[in-house]
């Protein structure tokens, strides 16, 4: 596609249950990045891979959270035994690499915990 | 330990006026310096950037300005159109961490008709 697809857009999840959020990044983007804004904040960095390798996870707020991109492509974040705190928006991010003109977002996955 | 502040929640402005948003930043190994645009239920957009090594970037209506001494940086909108209500966000990043943002916590600009 033409940018960056995310899915679910909405996800309920009952406080203990995981839960993992897809992105499919732009085709041909190095460089693929996870961000969670919580509401009325800025983006907070999580992780950063470039192809398949995840170079930088130190925003992983703890070992409950993991991302992976197996295939250099499409990217899954994994939330396990999610607790109401963890309730944001989730956006992935693609760019060809390189400190250039900034990243192509997705619109977001909206998760909340209940 | 905010690394990137935007004081103004929220700013309003009268169509075909100026939109001044201010944007602080405390890592003076940040080298790189964006702003987003970001409407309801989407991803930010990415607006104009500008480098370390200039102090001024231009295109069409938005201006950023950089003032390194300061570690403030600007975005000027003139004119201002309805159409640029939306959260501005400001991001800075350093060249050794890779393509990492770092961003602030947004300025909801209302451009009243």
């Known amino acids: 596609g033409a940018g960056v697809s995310q899915s679910p857009r909405y996800k309920v999840a009952k406080r203990g249950q995981d839960v993992a959020l897809r992105c499919d990044p732009i085709?041909?983007?190095?460089?693929l990045f996870w961000y969670q804004q919580a509401l009325g904040q800025g983006p907070e960095f999580l992780t950063y891979?470039?192809?398949?390798?995840?170079?930088?996870k130190s925003g992983l707020p703890s070992d409950r959270f993991f991302a992976e991109r197996p295939e250099g492509s499409v990217s899954t974040l994994k939330i396990q035994r999610t607790q109401q705190e963890d309730s944001a928006v989730y956006l992935c991010?693609?760019?060809?690499?390189?400190?250039?003109?900034?990243?192509?977002f997705g619109s977001g996955t909206r998760l909340t915990v209940v | 330990d905010q690394q990137v502040k935007q004081n103004s929640p929220s700013l309003s402005v009268q169509e075909g006026r100026i939109s001044i948003l201010n944007c602080d930043y405390t890592?003076?190994?940040?080298?790189?310096f964006l702003w987003y645009k970001k409407y309801p239920a989407e991803g930010p957009t990415f607006l104009i950037s500008?480098?370390?090594?200039?102090d001024k970037n231009e295109d069409g209506r938005f201006t950023v300005f950089l003032n390194k001494s300061a570690k403030h940086l600007s975005l000027h909108i003139v004119p201002s159109q309805p159409g640029d209500s939306a959260v501005y966000f400001c991001?800075?990043?350093?060249?050794?961490?890779?393509?990492?943002?770092?961003f602030g916590g947004g300025t909801r600009l209302m451009v009243k008709p």
């Open positions: 991010a693609s760019s060809l690499g390189g400190q250039g003109n900034g990243y192509t």
């Open positions: 085709s041909g983007h190095v460089s």
């Open positions: 891979f470039q192809n398949e390798a995840q170079l930088d």
């Open positions: 890592n003076s190994m940040f080298d790189y």
């Open positions: 500008i480098s370390s090594i200039k």
């Open positions: 991001a800075a990043s350093e060249l050794s961490a890779g393509n990492m943002l770092t």
